[in-house]
């Protein structure tokens, strides 16, 4: 096995379940995501692979029916599959969070009625927080939930959800709304939001009563997987479906779980960084250029080592921040920071191999095309890098405040 984002310290289960999901990937992944992301085909069999593996329940709980592993497990296994195709790493990794979601929040009856499911596959998680209008602007949130009447149970629900990953083959998804009659007087705007945990059929159009998914967003890259908007025109819910239970903590509950969605979005760019270096450093190897191989050129060269440091350096940060929140401690810093420099450097390799490629790489014959257009989404998805760097700056400065 090669020494790039080698992780120290895994058991003998963890090493074999890696094995197969990286056979998994080679085999079944990597030789046809190029012909199915050219035609933006959802990966439907890949998709079957993976519910007979139990990916979709690696981290649910063995009570709930999966296999209770790690966030370090499940991140490897991820940067496993973003090597093969991104896309496929991106329809598990929503459904993650969904999970993740009802495991730390949810009541217990939720967890029972949702997480067998969820871990067998039957029930597909997406979560929406943006919209067309406010980014990564959380608080500028227009959607709203409001009380059919004093003290009912009923709910309904107005506005229009942007940019979700699984919007079409998703049946379960978490949704934050504004609740602002719930809320005291001058409380701040993030105690004013609640998610709701809308169940629909797969497909577009007129899903629910109420509930549109209008198509397929047209994207530049990372095909196959369906981004869509979701449109609530009074779509009617109850309280029973409110993450938790109690209105006013959407805010934090979503928090929670981009901050998991961040370390797996690191994991991500590793995945997809190190395919680029694997195909950078072949074919150095075999492309000829002044009667030697361009590998033999320090210019390749140079850029060789550099592909594989910024990869090596990324995989480890991100493998931090996973342990991290394994011990139940507040990781922010290390996930925002692991999300950044993984996502930078990733757009960076990609780039690089794409220059050694030359002429070919602009190609879409050859692999490092399609990485080209994936790579850019990392920079944006589950926070920008600004974000990113706004967050890791602030953690800084209360752990570095001057005293007296």
């Known amino acids: 096995m090669a020494r790039l984002q080698h992780t120290d310290g895994l058991t003998e289960e963890q090493g074999e379940l890696l094995k197969l999901v990286r056979e998994f990937v080679d ?30 329940g690696l981290m649910i ?3 709930y029916g999966g296999l209770g592993e790690s966030l370090l497990t499940y991140a490897l296994t991820v940067e496993e599959i973003a090597r093969g195709w991104m896309s496929v790493s991106g329809i598990i990794n929503t459904h993650f969070i969904v999970a993740y979601m009802l495991l730390q929040h949810g009541t217990e009856e939720q967890k029972r009625k949702y997480l067998p499911r ?29 009380r059919t009447g004093d003290g009912s149970d009923e709910w309904t629900i107005n506005g229009q959800k942007m940019w979700l990953t699984n919007g079409g083959s998703s049946t379960l998804v978490a949704v934050l709304t504004k609740t602002d009659a719930e809320a005291d007087e001058g409380a701040s ?38 981004t869509t908007e979701l449109v609530f025109d009074g779509y009617t819910t109850t309280t029973d479906q409110i993450l938790g239970g109690v209105p006013g903590k ?17 994991a991500r760019a590793c995945g997809v960084a190190v395919r680029a270096f694997e195909l950078g450093i072949a074919y150095a190897q075999q492309r000829e250029t002044f009667g030697k191989k361009i590998a033999q ?8 080592a550099e592909m594989a440091t910024k990869c090596e350096a990324a995989h480890q940060m991100m ?7 394994d011990k139940g401690e507040r990781n922010d810093l290390e996930a925002g920071m692991a999300k950044y420099l993984a996502s930078e450097y990733c757009a960076e390799v990609v780039e690089d191999s794409f220059r050694i490629h030359g002429g070919y790489g602009y190609s879409k014959e050859y692999e490092i095309e399609r990485l080209y257009r994936e790579a850019p989404m990392l920079l944006i998805g589950e926070g920008t890098a600004d974000i990113q760097r706004m967050i890791i700056g602030r953690r800084l400065l209360e752990d570095y405040a001057l005293k007296g």
Request: hydrophobic share 40%.
């Open 319 to 325: 493998v931090k921040a996973a342990r991290i929140k």
């Open 118 to 146: 969820m871990a067998t596959g039957e029930v597909r998680g997406a979560f929406s927080m943006s919209e067309p209008g406010c980014g990564s602007d959380v608080s500028g949130i227009r959607t709203k939930a409001v």
């Open 250 to 266: 959407g805010f934090y509950q979503m928090m929670d779980g981009v901050e998991v969605g961040r370390v797996n979005v690191a």
């Open 297 to 304: 050129h320090q210019a390749v060269l140079f850029r060789l």
């Open 61 to 63: 709980p063995e009570e």
């Open 189 to 226: 705007v993030y105690k004013k939001m609640t998610t709701f945990l809308v169940e629909k059929t797969p497909g577009f159009g007129e899903v629910e009563p109420g509930l549109t998914v209008p198509g397929k967003i047209e994207k530049m890259g990372y095909k196959g997987v369906d």
């Open 27 to 56: 085999e079944q992944i990597i030789p046809v995501a190029t012909e199915l992301e050219h035609r933006d085909e959802y990966p439907t069999e890949i998709v079957e692979g993976m519910k007979e593996m139990g990916i979709f």
